[in-house]
């Protein structure tokens, strides 16, 4: 190895790096975004009640019932 040898960054990892200096607070506005769209409380029981109402869809939709 060099004795002057410099780790690589690529230019990504640099535009990242330097946009966190210029906006500092970016971290939390994005953490707020997703709390915003994703992170949400899951009802269980609903969800148990959706899948257990579910009925079941024919092999050929199109297809007339037999009784």
């Not at 994703?38 to 050929?60: F, I, L, N, S």
Request: charged content about 30%.
């Amino acid at each position: 190895m060099p004795l002057f040898w410099k780790p690589y960054k690529s230019d990504v990892t640099a535009f990242i790096e330097e946009l966190k200096a210029k906006k500092p607070a970016l971290e939390e506005e994005q953490l707020a975004g997703r709390a915003l769209l994703w992170d949400k409380a899951v009802d269980r029981e609903a969800q148990k009640r959706y899948k257990a109402a579910r009925v079941p869809q024919q092999p050929y939709v199109y297809q007339t019932q037999a009784s």
